[in-house]
């Protein structure tokens, strides 16, 4: 049996020292998902209503990554961070 693996961010605000802790594959599915949104901008760039569409899916998903690297007590963007992994806990 493979154990599977849990990869997140360990970050700490340079501002406050505020620890939080975000999900690499979280990030990672964001980021696919913002590149997605420009491709499908391109391939409907005609359709006004659907390039609107794609528009709101982009900003969420831009301010959704903008939330997640950004201190939740100061909401500073000055920080360090460390990838931590550790066995998936069934």
């Given at each position: 049996?493979?154990?599977?693996k849990i990869?997140?961010?360990?970050?700490?605000?340079?501002?406050?020292?505020?620890?939080?802790?975000?999900?690499?594959?979280?990030?990672?599915?964001?980021?696919?998902?913002?590149?997605?949104?420009?491709?499908?901008?391109?391939?409907h760039c005609?359709?006004?209503?659907?390039?609107?569409?794609?528009n709101r899916?982009?900003?969420?998903?831009?301010?959704?990554?903008?939330?997640?690297?950004?201190?939740?007590?100061?909401?500073?963007?000055?920080?360090?961070?460390?990838?931590?992994?550790?066995?998936?806990?069934?």
């Open positions: 049996m493979q154990t599977e990869c997140e961010y360990r970050r700490k605000c340079n501002q406050c020292g505020k620890v939080w802790h975000s999900l690499v594959e979280r990030e990672q599915e964001i980021g696919s998902n913002l590149g997605y949104s420009k491709c499908q901008n391109c391939v005609c359709d006004t209503k659907e390039t609107v569409q794609l899916n982009e900003l969420l998903e831009q301010s959704e990554l903008d939330r997640l690297k950004s201190c939740p007590e100061c909401h500073s963007k000055d920080y360090t961070e460390k990838e931590v992994c550790f066995e998936k806990k069934e």
